[in-house]
Nanobody, 116 residues
Framework: VQLVESGGGLAQAGGSLRLSCAASGRTSDNYAMGWFRQAPGKERESVAALGWSKGTSYYADSVKGRFTISRDNDKDTIYLQMNNLEPEDTAAYYC??????????WGQGTQVTVSS
């Protein structure tokens, strides 16, 4: 499976960005998908996740009420709407399957930089 993230950029605190992740390859299985981020000098952390049927979601405490994950299964694409951005959200954002023993090969990620 190939993952291509896009939509990052520079935003001011309080602003919004919408990230997209397109998956190609063996995506016919019903995988839960998630967004992850990694800031310089820190470990990669999970941010949000959504089940295939969209009935189950997860959000890190740090983004609850500000970020919304969604997916279009017909397009094999997941999204992350990020509102009320904070400087602490600055990181490279990645998508991958969520809740499995191993990850697919990571994509290049998309950089989000939030200025105060």
């Amino acid at each position: 499976v190939q993952l291509v993230e896009s939509g990052g950029g520079l935003a001011q605190a309080g602003g919004s960005l919408r990230l997209s992740c397109a998956a190609s390859g063996r995506t016919s299985d019903n995988y839960a998908m998630g967004w992850f981020r990694q800031a310089p000098g820190k470990e990669r952390e999970s941010v949000a996740a959504l089940g295939w049927s969209k009935g189950t979601s997860y959000y890190a405490d740090s983004v609850k009420g500000r970020f919304t994950i969604s997916r279009d299964n017909d397009k094999d694409t997941i999204y992350l709407q990020m509102n009320n951005l904070e400087p602490e959200d600055t990181a490279a954002y990645y998508c991958n399957r969520y809740g499995y023993e191993s990850f697919w090969l990571w994509g290049q990620g998309t950089q989000v930089t939030v200025s105060s």
